[in-house]
Structures are given as C-alpha cells and as structure tokens.
T-cell receptor, first 113, second 116 residues
Framework: GDSVTQMEGPVTLSEEAFLTINCTYT??????LFWYVQYPGEGLQLLLK?????DKGSNKGFEATYRKETTSFHLEKGSVQVSDSAVYFC????????????FGDGTTLTVKP | ETGVTQSPTHLIKTRGQQVTLRCSSQ?????VSWYQQALGQGPQFIFQ???????GRGNFPPRFSGLQFPNYSSELNVNALELDDSALYLC???????????????FGPGTRLTVT
C-alpha cells in the first residue's frame, strides 16, 4: 500500500535559518505529492503541490521538487520566520483507490526569534 | 467563495453512543473525503464520496458510515463509539473524477470528538 515517511521532529530553528524537512514515499500508482501546513487548532492548509516527476511546487518561499528516482519530495525554505511555526504534513494522492490521500505523521517546526 | 465548514466544533460523547458529524463542501466541489486525525499523527483516510456514492474506503470498520447529499454536503456517522474514536475528524472537499488524484483537497477546521 501507499505510505509517506517524514523526518521525525520536532525541528527548532532560529529566524532566517534554512529549513529542510525530508519526505519519502511509496505508491502503487502515479501519485501527486502535496505539502500541507496545520496551525494550532486549525485544519490543514495546502502549502504546495507537484503532479508529476521533476515538477517543482512553490508557495510563500517554500519549495519542493518531485523526485521519482529517489521517491522524495523534500520541503525547503531559505529563510524561515517565526510565523512559519506550525506542523507540516507531506501527503500523496494516488491515481488508484479514488485518489485518497495518504499522509505522513507530520513534522513540528518551531522558529525562535 | 465559501470554504469548507464543519459542525459541531467540539463534541463529547459516552462510549457506546452514536454521533453524526457534518460537512459543507466548497462551492463547485463534488467530492468529499473524511479523515481521522489522532493526536500527534497524520490524518487517516476513512472514506470518500463522489456524486453521492462512496467510491473509496480506508481501513475503518462498518460502524463508520456516511452520506453525501445532492448539494454535495456530507455526514459522517459513527455507531457504538469506542474510546479510541477520540480524535479530530477532518472533512476535505475537492473536484473528483478520473483526475481526482491531481487536485488539491480543501480541508475544514475539523470536529474534535472526545469519547469518555
């Protein structure tokens, strides 16, 4: 079955530091890949997506590239802000099983001023 | 454009009871998915409805059931509640069909269910 593995957290960084959150996946079909962010007490918000190999998704300074050869979709940001503190989830939607989403367990990011 | 809404926000039930959670999908979306998110974990897929029919299901027992209405809003029903059912229940709406996997899902704020 499908699975998503994220680097274990929590991750604590100083403001303006470089961020990488690793994500690898296994899938039976041809998935689309997503990063979602969840702020305390809220639902998930889409951060970025990529629908095919070598696509790069980007939004709000965050980037991730769909690497089929390494089955990875690592999230990066060059300079984090305190407001980026949240839980980040990597997810895939497979083209089988009605496009259900499979999520990683999330990585908690805390950015200190 | 109205986003995904869920009701109620919080709910406390006793073991063995039944509960109904509600979700209104985003305008123009014909697919609703339900997820269970336990504390400290990622959301787990319960099932999905596309044009009023269930078209995908995760590893959840039959006491988890649902409906989708002609306006694409949806309900999640859980019978015979167990303590382990305590979680945040998330509803997500999206476009469906053959390319469903390429579309993003828009999530509601969730319903926090506590079973005592």
């Amino acid at each position: 079955g499908d699975s998503v593995t994220q680097m274990e957290g929590p991750v604590t960084l100083s403001e303006e530091a470089f961020l990488t959150i690793n994500c690898t996946y296994t899938a039976t079909g041809y998935p689309s890949l997503f990063w979602y962010v969840q702020y305390p007490g809220e639902g998930l918000q889409l951060l970025l997506k990529a629908t095919k190999a070598d696509d790069k998704g980007s939004n709000k300074g965050f980037e991730a590239t769909y690497r089929k050869e390494t089955t990875s979709f690592h999230l990066e940001k060059g300079s984090v802000q305190v407001s980026d503190s949240a839980v980040y989830f990597c997810a895939l939607r497979d083209n089988t099983n009605a496009g259900k989403s499979t999520f990683g367990d999330g990585t908690t990011l805390t950015v200190k001023p | 454009e109205t986003g995904v809404t869920q009701s109620p926000t919080h709910l406390i039930k006793t073991r063995g009871q039944q509960v109904t959670l509600r979700c209104s999908s985003q305008s123009g979306h014909n697919t609703v998915s339900w997820y269970q998110q336990a504390l400290g974990q990622g959301p787990q897929f319960i099932f999905q409805y596309y044009r009023e029919e269930e078209n995908g299901r995760g590893n959840f027992p039959p006491r988890f059931s649902g409906l989708q209405f002609p306006n694409y809003s949806s309900e999640l029903n859980v019978n015979a509640l167990e303590l382990d059912d305590s979680a945040l229940y998330l509803c997500a709406s999206s476009l469906g069909g053959r390319l469903a996997y390429s579309y993003e899902q828009y999530f509601g704020p969730g319903t926090r269910l506590t079973v005592t």
